[in-house]
């Protein structure tokens, strides 16, 4: 099985859009993924593709606040290539992209019930940030995108 990288485009949009909920067990993640990022974050965000067809993608960016940051805002992986080390391809892809851009830190966060996100980030080097109550024994972040939106924070340093 040959992995193929490439940047995310605006044509990504509607192919990705009309699989995600089903790649994510049938939750509603359509709605965190508008058109604006296939538009916008294009040069930060990656598409894995397996004989032409989309497999996973990573869309990232570099912020325009802090710029020695990235932020990996959101990742899918289709169910019959998981296991594969294709969702570890985009991380590093993304990882190697935003040290070449000269950031030395990279942001994430995940539902504290996401228990597979939580260790694969852990995985690939990502930190828990402190939070303001513990779930389980992982600090979680309450209200964070607004009430009942409690959430994970991940940090991990790039090296140069």
């Given amino acids: 099985m040959r992995v193929k990288l490439r940047p995310l485009n605006v044509n990504d949009y509607q192919p990705i859009i009309t699989v995600v909920d089903e790649w994510w067990g049938g939750e509603p993640m359509a709605v965190h993924l508008p058109r604006l990022f296939f538009i916008h974050f294009q040069s930060g965000s990656v598409v894995a593709e397996i004989e032409g ?18 932020y990996i805002h959101f990742v899918a992986t289709n169910p019959l290539y998981r296991g594969q080390g294709i969702a570890r391809q985009l991380y590093q892809h993304f990882f190697k992209q935003m040290r070449e851009w000269g950031c030395n830190e990279v942001y994430s966060l995940t539902s504290p019930t996401n228990s597979g996100s939580i260790q694969f980030h852990q995985k690939m080097g990502f930190r ?8 389980g024994g992982i600090p979680v972040s309450t209200d964070y995108d ?13 090296y140069q």
């Fill in 128 to 135: 828990l940030l402190p939070g303001d109550k513990e779930l």
């Fill in 53 to 70: 067809q989309i497999a996973g993608f990573l869309v990232g960016f570099r912020s325009q606040t802090h710029a020695n940051q990235a």
């Fill in 146 to 158: 607004g009430p009942g939106q409690t959430l994970v924070l991940f940090q991990r340093t790039l």
